[in-house]
């Protein structure tokens, strides 16, 4: 018997803003290490390198992204040995339109020359504990998939929540799982008691199984609009190193909704459309990792309830969370607390009010205050770079390049840069010369001069830039070579 050919669709969208001051715009929650090793978006992609080859034969993943996050997404990917085309597929939005239109454009990306796999589709930032519960999960709705229904996994409740969308079940479908009978909004707390005690209601996951064809076809039905933008789109679609570029004009005409309104909700109330849509019941220590609560409770705990993560110190302390990036964190006789250190902002919360984080966030963009949406350590293709301190007409940076990376040739309008070399071998171009400066050796870039920072070695590059003069934005680059195609920016 032949195995089904499986794309997992990875939609890497999203801000986790309830999860600040960690995850913010520029570095979201799904590229954060929270819970191990690996980010959550890595740990997304890897989940189903396990899945036992008599189920299906894997393919390639798509990964769906926001084109500000791309080389984010394409550096951690090689970190796991997924680069390249042939590793993953990064389809970039050129804006954010929710997963129905993420979903079509993976869906006509993964049907090209004809092929019709059966999608896997899923958000980057959830953990799942039990990969083998997931693996029987997806054994039981490959049948259903297979014959072209739409499945979506419907998380097995352990408490009243109230935070998540339920989905009801009603009778049992032939080929696996249960056909649906309604999808319902967050309810209240004595509404979704009673959907537990009934034991026909599932969390909402946000995961999804189908063929690429059902999907394109059901998103023709009920949102055509939606296929023709995606289809524009894709058929004026550019690649650019690692990255499909959906066409930006047609894709910015495309309507944002997402797959349970743009489709799932319709098809149990129109069986004329003549594809089935069931639920697969998900028991398999599944976590959106909404908030601060959700990571202390995947987290382990003493037995004082308290988690922590990082450099921290507790004295009578209970059912608290302390987490620290860059210092020691310590608390004393705290109860049902959460605190979160970074290197440029503090959280501290009752955990009952985890949810009103994002109030936060929305203050402070009001505001106009940059901490909303940018760490002070900004990732880049090249490496990173962490701004130490600044003041008037000056601003220190602690930068490191990778090896064999490399930042564009460039000039300042208004600055001056000093280079100091602390670590590995740097060279560097600065006007029509071109020297290597090991550690600590230094160089001096006039204002007006074009230069290049390049690291010819083979462990990180590490330098202090200090800047001075008048102006000291990101924006004053004028970029003469650059080999990840960018425009504006550092």
């Known amino acids: 018997m032949q195995v089904p050919t499986l794309v997992p669709v990875v939609m890497c969208g999203g801000s986790g803003t309830r999860l600040w001051p960690l995850s913010r715009e520029t570095y979201p929650k799904q590229f954060l290490r929270l819970t191990g090793a690996h980010s959550m978006l890595q740990d997304t992609v890897q989940r189903l390198q396990g899945l036992p080859s008599h189920l299906a034969r894997l393919q390639a993943p798509v990964l769906v992204s926001n084109k500000e996050h791309r080389?984010?997404?394409?550096?951690?990917?090689?970190?796991?040995?997924l680069s390249g085309q042939a590793g993953a597929q990064i389809l970039l939005e050129p804006q954010g339109r929710n997963t129905a239109p993420a979903l079509t454009l993976a869906a006509l990306a993964a049907s090209a020359n004809g092929a019709d796999p059966i999608l896997l589709a899923m958000p980057a930032d959830h953990v799942m504990k039990d990969r083998t519960a997931l693996y029987q999960a997806v054994e039981q709705a490959l049948p259903v998939a297979e014959a072209g229904g739409m499945v979506t996994f419907g998380i097995v409740a352990r408490s009243p929540d109230t935070g998540y969308g339920y989905i009801e079940r009603d009778a049992a479908y032939p080929l696996g799982g249960w056909q649906i009978a309604s999808f319902v909004e967050k309810p209240d707390r004595d509404t979704a008691q009673r959907y537990l005690d009934s034991g026909r209601y599932y969390w909402n996951s946000g995961l999804f199984m189908l063929k690429a064809s059902v999907w394109l076809r059901a998103i023709g039905m009920f949102r055509a609009d939606i296929l023709a933008a995606c289809q524009q789109a894709m058929q004026t679609a550019a690649t650019?190193?690692?990255?499909?570029?959906?066409?930006e004009q047609a894709f910015h005409a495309c309507p944002s909704d997402s797959i349970d309104y743009a489709v799932m909700e319709h098809l149990p109330r129109n069986p004329q459309a003549q594809i089935p849509a069931c639920v697969v019941p998900l028991d398999a220590g599944w976590s959106d990792l909404g908030a601060w609560d959700s990571l202390w409770d995947v987290?382990?705990?003493?037995?004082?309830d308290n988690a922590t993560v990082g450099d921290t110190l507790l004295e009578d302390c209970r059912n608290t969370l302390l987490f620290s990036r860059s210092r020691l964190v310590a608390g004393v006789g705290l109860e049902n607390i959460i605190v979160v250190e970074t290197p440029d902002a503090v959280l501290?919360?009752?955990?009952?009010h985890a949810q009103s984080v994002k109030k936060l966030v929305a203050a402070l963009r009001q505001c106009g205050r940059t901490l909303a949406d940018t760490h002070r350590k900004v990732h880049r293709p090249w490496g990173w770079y962490d701004s130490i301190?600044?003041?008037?007409?000056?601003?220190?940076?602690r930068i490191v390049v990778n090896p064999g990376a490399s930042l564009s040739l460039q000039m300042h309008h208004h600055r001056a840069e000093h280079w100091v070399v602390v670590k590995g071998t740097a060279e560097v171009t600065n006007g029509d010369k071109v020297q290597l400066l090991t550690e600590n050796e230094s160089t001096f870039i006039p204002l007006g001069k074009v230069h290049r920072l390049a690291n010819p070695g083979k462990l990180p590059l590490e330098i202090i830039e200090v800047?001075?003069?008048?102006y000291l934005g990101e924006d004053d680059i004028v970029r003469f070579e650059d080999s990840y195609g960018r425009t504006r920016g550092s």
């Open 71 to 81: 080389f984010l997404v394409a550096s951690q990917l090689q970190e796991i040995g």
């Open 240 to 247: 650019d190193l690692d990255f499909i570029r959906p066409d």
């Open 299 to 304: 987290l382990e705990r003493d037995a004082q």
């Open 348 to 352: 501290v919360a009752d955990k009952n």
């Open 389 to 397: 301190d600044s003041g008037g007409r000056f601003q220190v940076k």
């Open 467 to 470: 800047q001075s003069g008048s």
